[in-house]
């Protein structure tokens, strides 16, 4: 039994985008506080839906979600006394940062979570120096988002969502995209807030970050069900499950338990 405070519960989930077009069906977990977990998948599964699900950027047509004790669904989050402390619980990463940069400058893009949480300018302007300066972005402040490498925009995007300090930060294919030194970089700093004892859900098809970022991961079959929930090394050291939902190739070589060492 887990000790730790459980911070969202999903029973019988099922959700489609159209009549015939079924996304996840009969989803049933629970999210514990400072766990990492890993949505593993395919493409097409259903892991970023069921991440969307989760931080309330859609709902359910059948089943529950219950998060921080509360249940969520659209009509409380329309109550500002359950919407504004959700929000400030909850950051997510989308995998296209253009889908959430939309400020003239990266300092705007920063300040805008902490001043719709009402912060005064003085505390934003803290906010935004710190989270500036922890992901190493202070010399993009002033330069518009859309000037930026693939690279920075995923700093600016993963700093936006840190700059409200949130308990559970959700994670959509977040090396998508990224040259290896940029994601050796995230897979250290996720790391690291892994460590500080954030709770980290991160939906993913890239097993070679998987042991470094989570301890436990469920897995979406390509019938949109939940095929495994356990152990990071259990998961992936089940091959014949990662070929029946087909995260690997009946050639690939995947090594288990080859976990980077941090400083």
Known sequence: MNKRPLLFAVDNLTYHYLPDKLVLESVTLDVYQGESLAILGANGSGKSTLLKLLSG?????????????????????????????????????????????????VWDELAFAPLQSGLSPEETTYRVEDVAKLLGIEHLLERPPYRLSGGEKKKVALACVLSVNPEVLFLDEPTNGLDPRTQFWLVEFLMALKQAGKTIITATHDLSIVEDIAERAIVVNENHTLAADGPVL??????????????????????????????
Not at 76 to 98: C, E, H, I, M
Not at 237 to 263: M, P, T, W
């Open 234 to 263: 259990q998961i992936l050291s089940d091959r014949k499950l990662l070929l029946d939902v087909n995260l690997i190739h009946e050639r690939s070589h995947f090594h288990v338990g080859a976990s980077r060492q941090h400083g």
């Open 57 to 105: 950027l859609i709902f359910p047509i059948q089943g529950q979600i219950t998060a921080f004790g509360h249940e969520l669904t659209e009509n409380a989050l329309q109550d500002p006394v359950f919407l504004q402390p959700f929000r400030q619980k909850v950051g997510f990463v989308f995998q296209n940062s253009d889908a959430q940069l939309f400020s003239a400058t």
